[in-house]
């Protein structure tokens, strides 16, 4: 019992003891209906859903030129019927997809030269994918959807990853994997519409609110670029609308189909008389129905301003008895690994004294690896992969220590104590870092699934070498003095 | 072996003692087994008996059938490992059916499929080659209708290009990085040099040997490849610090450095072996697939380690004497 509490009075083995309890804390384990629920995230081979890669149709390129840099964008534009956009000094990003080849034809007819090529978008670019992809999930209410741009070295993005929890394939590919098309359209008689604007014109999507300001009913504000609204105002006076609006409904419509129909109000019919109107405001109606209309109309109205095409590059789908069944498959796993590394141990030292703090730094070091990562990083097969291994080359470091403690089979002297822990952490010191060096570019590059398997490793080798191995020296060092 | 013997009733009788008249756990002079050679039982290999050269030989030869190995796979297919789906581009689909391959074969005659693998549990892996946007999309409608349960994977092929590339950054920056921190470590160029060849052999008999057992290189198992650089010095750095910075005679020092290594790789194959187990029998591929690369590699990592590392390590230390 002296002995126990002479183990805690230092105070790495009082950090690790805290750090377990906070990180048992973290991760809350706790029953609801009779199942298991943890704070722990899992990545999607573990939770139903769905992953998508999205290729972005554009490129970026280097270019030279002694015109006016503008004048030759401009005409650029006119060659290549395309968005282009300087995205650097010398760089434009083109939103259209374009061979080589054929960009530096359009290049040379402008009055230029391509002088590098790469397919992607600029971040900034990817930045607003991101933004505009991740207004369409949230608002549709996806439990969890991660959107995450892949974007290399160089600063350039050619993929994007979408994940979603909980939605299928084909689901995930409908709300993602194409651009929509949106356009207004006024009906002129009969049945009979005419083109009025698309997506392109609108310039900014409010998020679903009340107007007037305090009223019950829901709908969403949106504005239109002068042109657009130029447009507007001409379709609705050329229609008859601002005479008639009941006779003359106005529809949205996204990818050919009819997303929202509306007669022009009254106040606004009577304003599009006199000038173009750029903020528009269009009612869902009252209660809960208007305002999952609204979010839904939100999403519509946004759909078209995806600014980059994109196409799926690459898809998965993992159903949810295969999921759950991965999870269990998963913990077996760890316990057969914990088992394994135990007998071993115990087959060296044959010394329950030496053994049980051994794996006792060692699962603690699990339990605050798990923790944190309940913060930052979502589980998925391949860390749970590098869990166990973290579970191996901790023990292999804890063998390290010992060893090097018992050096010639006696137990020193506390000078020659601190001696030989000082170089068995050296050693592992050095071989930890190798690790964290050898994961590092996985963990930087953002190769969709590894990074997490990284990322994992280098956190338990961290832990591990601050925390958890010097708690154990100190353990050992109790233990084996008298 | 006859010194552990005596040992551990030793010991057993001091505990005992101890729990009766109380006194400390151990006594001051207590020895822990320190045995030459490796008791485990499985192979007894005596790190001293033979010369540097013969430690040597073996090893190398292994290096080199393996670099020939990897050159004729990449003159065949542009790679040095056969490329999963993760790199060449198809689809993966995963079910849960009692059909026979030769029944899937026929369900699925209308797409590329590459091969059928099988595993307990009814599970079966379908692997798929390219195939153009309509044609995946009837491919994912047939098999979620027909297999609620399907898991399905798909990486375009120009995707897959990206993620080859970037794998290979990833593997050539991590090699670097870790060249950098050995010889850093130890500032001197034959020890540095050692462990990196050992860690550089280990990892190309690991991808060798994936060509003739027939893992495919994908992400997964790059994944597991780099973390056998990890591995791989762990053992390594321990020789050499020992060896290099501790006092005492070369023999005994190599013995203890022997021993404790061992048990590294030794307890870090149990826990690896144990998921390559639970995963084989639960068709979890992902994993399964690490843990393969992993064993292949860590059994490797013995003969990189011990043999050769050790080796040159020993011929300098002897040839530094001699000076």
């Known amino acids: 019992m002296s002995k126990l ?26 029953f609801e209906n009779g199942q298991l629920k943890t704070n722990i995230q899992f990545g ?77 978008v600029s971040r900034n670019t990817a930045d607003e994918v991101k933004r505009v992809l991740e207004n369409k999930l949230n608002a549709l209410g996806t439990r969890d959807a991660r959107v995450n741009p892949l974007i290399g070295l160089n600063g350039i993005s050619h993929y994007v990853r979408v994940e979603l929890a909980g939605v299928s394939l084909s689901q995930a590919k409908e709300i993602v994997g194409k651009q929509g098309k949106f356009e207004i359209r006024i009906h002129t008689t009969g049945n009979q519409t005419d083109h009025v604007l698309y997506g392109d014109s609108i310039t900014s999507v409010g998020v679903p609110s009340h107007e007037p300001a305090g009223s019950t009913t829901w709908g969403v504000s949106f504005t239109l670029s002068d042109d657009g609204s130029t447009k507007f105002q001409q379709a609705a006076i050329a229609a008859g609308a601002v005479n008639d609006p009941e006779k003359h409904y106005l529809d949205m419509l996204l990818d050919e189909k009819v997303v929202y129909s509306a007669p022009l109000s009254a106040d606004l019919a009577s304003s599009l008389v006199r000038e173009p109107v750029r903020q528009l405001y269009a009612s869902t109606g009252a209660g809960d129905s208007g305002l999952e209309a609204a979010r839904n109309l939100e999403v519509h109205l946004r759909a078209g301003a995806l ?35 135990g007998a071993v141990i115990y087959y060296r030292y044959r010394e329950p004294a030496i053994v049980l703090p051994m794996m006792a730094t060692n699962l603690s070091e699990i339990v605050i690896l798990l923790g944190i990562a309940t913060f930052i990083q979502q589980l998925d097969l391949a860390s749970i992969a590098g869990l166990i291994a973290v579970l191996g080359t901790g023990v292999d470091q804890l063998v390290i220590i010992t060893d090097e403690i018992l050096h010639e089979g006696r137990v020193p002297s506390p000078t020659l104590y601190t001696k030989r822990l000082t170089r068995a952490l050296g050693i592992i010191l050095i071989s930890a ?43 050992i060092k109790e233990i084996l003095s008298k | ?176 990085g870790m060249t950098i921190v050995v010889f850093l470590a130890f500032r001197t160029f034959v020890p540095s040099g050692a462990v990196v060849l050992s860690a550089f052999a280990d990892i190309v008999m690991t991808a060798a040997a994936m060509n003739v057992v027939g893992i495919n290189l994908s992400l997964p198992t790059t994944a597991a490849l780099l973390m056998l650089i990890g591995y791989s010095v762990d053992s390594d750095i321990l020789l050499t610090m020992r060896v290099l910075k501790r006092q005492g005679k070369l023999d005994e020092k190599l013995a203890g450095a022997f021993h404790t290594g061992i048990i590294m790789t030794t307890t870090t194959i149990a826990a690896v072996g144990a998921m390559w187990v639970v995963t084989l029998l639960g068709q979890i591929t992902t994993i399964w697939e690490i843990a393969s690369v992993l064993l292949i590699g860590l059994f490797f990592d013995l003969i990189n380690t011990w043999p050769t590392n050790a080796g040159i390590i020993k011929w300098y230390v002897l040839k530094r004497g001699k000076r």
Not at chain 1, 12 to 26: R, Y
Not at chain 1, 76 to 99: F, M, W
Not at chain 1, 459 to 466: E, K, P, R, T
């Open chain 1, 44 to 120: 999607l081979d573990l939770q139903t859903g769905t992953w998508l890669q999205m290729e972005f149709k554009a490129e970026v390129a280097g270019f030279q030129t002694d015109k006016q840099v503008d004048q030759f964008i401009a005409d650029l534009r006119k060659q290549l019927d395309a968005e282009v956009y300087q995205v650097a000094d010398n760089k434009l990003e083109i939103r259209k997809d374009y061979s080589r080849e054929d960009l530096e034809k359009a290049f040379t007819a402008a009055g230029g030269t391509l002088t590098t090529y790469e397919k992607g």
């Open chain 1, 307 to 341: 600014p980059v095409d994109v196409a799926v590059s690459g898809s998965g789908f993992v159903p949810a008895a295969l999921s759950d069944y991965f999870k269990v498959m998963c913990v077996i796993a760890f316990i057969a690994a914990a088992f394994a590394v």
């Open chain 1, 5 to 30: 509490t002479a183990i805690l009075k230092h105070w790495q083995v009082a950090l690790v003891l805290i750090l377990v309890i906070g990180s048992i804390i973290a991760i809350y384990p706790h």
């Open chain 1, 433 to 475: 870092s190798t690790v964290v060096i050898a994961m590092l570019p996985l963990a930087l590059m953002d190769l969709s699934t590894l990074r997490g398997f990284a990322i994992i490793t280098i956190l338990g080798v961290v832990i591990g070498v601050a925390i958890t191995r010097p708690a154990y020296g100190e353990i």
């Open chain 2, 1 to 176: 072996m006859e010194k552990m013997c005596k040992l551990r009733p030793q010991l057993r009788y001091l505990l005992k003692k101890r729990r009766e008249a109380q006194i400390p756990w151990y006594p001051k002079h207590f020895t822990l087994p320190h045995p030459k050679y490796w008791d485990m039982g499985f192979i007894t290999y005596d790190v001293n008996k033979y010369t540097p050269r013969q430690m040597v030989i073996i090893p190398m030869v292994l290096l080199a059938i393996s670099l020939v190995i990897l050159g004729y796979t990449m003159a065949t297919t542009g790679m040095p490992v056969q490329p999963g789906i993760d790199f060449s581009g198809g689809t993966a689909v995963t079910i849960f059916t009692t059909a026979t391959p030769d029944e899937l074969k026929g369900v699925f005659s209308d797409y590329p499929l590459l091969s059928i693998g099988e595993g307990i549990n009814n599970g079966k892996l379908l692997k798929f080659g390219p195939m153009d946007d309509t044609h995946l999309q009837a491919l994912a409608t047939k098999v979620s209708e027909q297999y609620p349960d399907a898991k399905i994977d798909q990486i375009g092929a120009s995707f897959g290009k990206t993620l080859q590339e970037q794998a290979a950054i990833a593997v050539i920056f991590s090699f670097i």
